[in-house]
């Protein structure tokens, strides 16, 4: 991360004016992975807000820690030593530039490939001193947070009683060798000219611009540093009170698309904190690249219609990746399709 100049400060790129900064949002569903209601209350979130938060989720707190240091250490190294994995081609290390049609955020991070037919070439490069520690604390955490998800999405395969396609219709997805998923660790380093500037202005420091995520699902593990916020049904932005101990999850275009609109693929958003570094840690799910994308059969009661058209996860993602964050690129599924809208409240 570039070292900020006062001159270059708060570059008006990176800011953002928000309507009411404080809104917490004290109702966060929670699922305990444990107990019997898990799927009947994560479906309901999933409705409502797609978004909720896991406890009880069996990952050992040792495996999220041994990466979390890991990746501080990463972070911790020279610029130079770092842009050696960079540019993000997608996958590698970046620095302010999200994607490669021109959004900023105030973020570093990592972005690496799960799928063994994406080989990124710089791999060797992103881990710092100890290159097969990194590595092998990347393959731990992602075994570990793969099993939670997949767990995560046959309870939600249960609660939505998908009784013809099966209890796996959505993790075997996941769990397919070619399965196309991708792993990001976040840094949002922290701002002080935020303090002064921002309480003048009374805008916000953007860490990360808004947008949905494009998979069938997202695990986020953060340190706890507030930044995560979502928008709610009404339009309105709040804040996720951040918490180690647990795992949101968010549900992804795809699975809006699957589940007829159902499931809500939910808008969110990172604002980068004046005084602390927020380290966050996502899983995205996604299926192989030719697997076909369609609302599932049994979702759709005799006088329900099909809202969306049968994509491959390939067409898909290569669109997405050709649009801006904020774009609303579920509208490319659509049977109307009315493309290249833009949302955003600011
Ligand atoms: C601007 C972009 C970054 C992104 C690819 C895209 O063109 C649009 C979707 C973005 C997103 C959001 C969720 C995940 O962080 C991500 C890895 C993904 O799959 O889609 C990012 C992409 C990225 O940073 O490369
Ligand atoms: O860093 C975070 O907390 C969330 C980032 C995010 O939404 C993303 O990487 O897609
Ligand atoms: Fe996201």
Redesign the pocket.
């Known amino acids: 991360m570039v070292v900020l100049s006062n001159q270059s400060a708060l570059n008006e790129l990176f800011l953002v004016k928000t309507c009411n900064p404080s809104t917490i949002f004290t109702e966060v569903p929670v699922v305990d992975l444990t107990h019997p209601d898990a799927k009947t209350i994560m479906v309901k979130a999933c409705e409502e807000l797609g978004l909720f938060k896991v406890v009880n989720h069996g990952v050992p707190l040792e495996v999220i820690t041994r990466l979390e240091n890991e990746a501080l250490k990463f972070f911790k190294q020279s610029q130079s030593q770092k842009d050696k994995a960079s540019p993000p081609d997608p996958y590698g290390y970046g620095s302010k530039k999200i994607g490669t049609n021109g959004d900023m955020g105030w973020?570093e991070?990592l972005l690496l490939s799960t799928n063994p037919d994406i080989v990124s070439l710089k791999t060797h490069q992103l881990f710092h001193q100890n290159p097969q520690v990194f590595r092998w604390c990347v393959e731990e955490y992602i075994g570990e947070v793969k099993k939670m998800c997949c767990e995560v999405l046959e309870k939600m395969a249960d609660g939505l009683g998908m009784i013809a396609e099966g209890r796996n219709v959505f993790s075997r997805m996941i769990r397919e060798e070619r399965s196309d998923s991708c792993f990001?660790v976040?840094r949002?380093p922290p701002c002080p000219e935020l303090k002064e500037e921002g309480a003048l202005s009374g805008r916000n420091l953007i860490?990360?611009g808004e947008?949905t995520?494009p998979q069938i699902i997202?695990v986020?593990r953060?340190n706890n540093t507030s930044?995560?916020q979502i928008c709610l049904p009404d339009g309105t932005w709040a804040s996720i009170p951040p918490d180690h101990s647990s795992f949101f999850v968010n549900v992804g275009d795809l699975l809006q698309v699957m589940t007829n609109g159902r499931f809500k693929s939910v808008k969110?958003?990172?604002l980068a904190n004046s005084s602390m570094s927020?380290l966050?840690m996502?899983y995205?799910g996604g299926p192989p690249l030719n697997e076909k994308i369609a609302p599932l059969p049994s979702l759709l009661s005799r006088e329900e219609e099909s809202l969306y058209r049968e994509l491959t996860w390939r067409e898909y993602k290569n669109a997405a990746y050709k649009s801006r964050l904020s774009d609303n690129r579920i509208t490319l599924f659509q049977k109307s399709a009315d493309h290249g809208h833009k949302s955003s409240d600011t």
């Open positions: 973020v991070y990001r976040n949002y860490g990360f947008h995520d997202s986020l953060s930044g995560l969110h958003r990172v927020r966050s996502i995205f």
